[in-house]
């Protein structure tokens, strides 16, 4: 078998000019890769409850909790408008792309959905691409700022560490996200 970045392509200029797009879909273009893959990420992870962004650490994340006997929750992170909520659970964060801000939302009924660890919930942030780190940043920050109340008890939120699929090591997202948790990446570019 190839390795993992043999699989990967780019896409110049894309979604704006300067960046290098790095395309994940054709590992998803292998079943035996894909389950490689998905089983080399899950062990990675520390926590139970992983945190993933929409779009494409969606794609990964959800069939580590059928393959990975550590995951045992996901969590969504979603733009604006995409996450159904009542009053209290939603929260916002504020992101820094490499090309532009955003905000991302989860919902704290999503963390609680999940194992406690003593008195915190655990959670591995997982995302496809590691560029600058600004969205690991923010939505990590975004998360410890919180609590999460189950059967009357109420939990802190602990990111315990960041896994990436992809790591662009010239852009030292690394260093950044660092400071707060271990970061690990199963490919470098």
């Known amino acids: 078998m190839k390795e993992y970045k043999d699989y990967l392509k780019f ?84 992101i820094q792309k490499e090309y532009g801000k955003d905000t991302i939302y989860f919902r704290l009924s999503d963390v609680a959905a999940g194992i406690p660890e003593g008195d915190t919930f655990n959670v591995t942030f997982f995302d496809d691409v590691l560029a600058t780190g600004g969205t690991a940043l923010g939505i990590a920050e975004g998360l410890q700022q919180h609590t999460v109340t189950l059967n009357g008890k109420e939990y802190k939120i602990r990111v315990t560490d960041f896994v990436f699929l992809v790591e662009l090591d010239f852009l030292h997202g690394r260093d950044l996200l660092s400071q707060i948790a271990p970061v690990k990446s199963l490919i470098h570019l």
């Open 11 to 94: 896409y110049p200029d894309f979604p704006i000019k300067g960046v290098n797009f790095v395309d994940i879909i054709p590992l998803m273009q292998d079943k035996q890769v894909f389950a490689s893959l998905i089983k080399d990420l899950g062990a990675l992870c520390i926590s139970p409850n992983i945190g993933a962004p929409e779009a494409r650490g969606f794609l990964f994340a959800a069939p580590m909790l059928t393959q990975c006997d550590n995951v045992m929750n996901v969590i969504p992170m979603r733009k604006k408008g995409k996450l159904p909520f009542n009053e209290g659970d939603l929260v916002g964060v504020d």
